[in-house]
């Protein structure tokens, strides 16, 4: 069954530091993957998304991933975390097949410390 | 702003009340979906409209009935729901085919009393 997996339920960085958010998914056929972004209260925001082509793709805010097929990864990394950046994040697998269906994972909840 | 808009943006309703929750979209997409958020849960995929056809329902309890008159505007009608049904509705388009990203609303707060 196709899944996606987020190991991490809260993460807590400095503002400044480095950060990586891990995705795993299960699915069979090429995947379409995606980072989104949950401020309070509000809806998901696209952060970045893979298709094809180059693996390591860029999103705004200064976010990147990096698609790995050989560990079904597709992590997501800021160099320098800025205390805006605290909000939960989700990564999603599309699936596609007659028709699309976004299946997400539970979410990765960010906090910045000053 | 993605181009899907959800009202009301908060719903407190009792439990023996009728309500809906709507959603719009004109980005030109014929796929809508509708997720349920609670506390401390993965997004849950509840319905899917394609083409204003009901493909995927997630075992959703009978008391949440959706409603896609066209393309562009989802409901999903509320009746005798449970203190349990609390949460954050969310409702998304994408193309129904191929490579593409849904765009969200900003949902829907609901509190049953």
């Known amino acids: 069954a196709q899944s996606v997996t987020q190991p991490d339920i809260h993460i807590t960085v400095s503002e400044g530091a480095s950060l990586e958010l891990r995705c795993n998914y299960s699915?069979?056929?090429?995947?379409?993957l995606f980072w989104y972004v949950q401020s309070p209260g509000q809806g998901l925001q696209l952060l970045l998304k893979y298709f094809s082509g180059d693996t390591l793709v860029q999103g705004i805010k200064g976010f990147e991933a990096e698609f790995k097929r050989s560990q079904s990864s597709f992590n997501l990394r800021k160099p320098s975390v800025h205390w805006s950046d605290a909000a939960e994040y989700f990564c999603?697998?599309?699936?596609?097949?007659?028709?699309?269906?976004?299946?997400f994972g539970a979410g990765t909840r960010l906090a910045v410390h000053p | 702003e993605t181009g899907v808009t959800q009202t009301p943006r908060h719903l407190v309703m009792g439990m023996t009340n009728k309500k809906s929750l709507k959603c719009e979209q004109h980005?030109?997409?014929?796929?809508m979906y509708w997720y349920k958020q609670s506390a401390k849960k993965p997004l849950e995929l509840m319905f899917v409209?394609?083409?204003?056809?009901?493909?995927e329902n997630n075992s959703v309890p009978s008391r949440f009935s959706p409603e896609c008159p066209n393309s562009s505007h989802l409901f999903l009608h509320l009746h005798t729901l449970q203190p349990e049904d609390s949460a954050l509705y969310l409702c998304?388009?994408?193309?129904?085919?191929?490579?593409?990203?849904?765009?969200f609303g900003q949902g829907t707060r609901l509190t049953v009393v």
């Open positions: 998304a388009s994408s193309r129904d085919r191929g490579n593409t990203e849904a765009f």
């Open positions: 999603a697998v599309l699936i596609s097949g007659g028709y699309n269906k976004l299946i």
């Open positions: 409209y394609n083409f204003k056809e009901q493909t």
């Open positions: 980005l030109g997409h014929n796929a």
């Open positions: 699915y069979g056929a090429t995947p379409y």
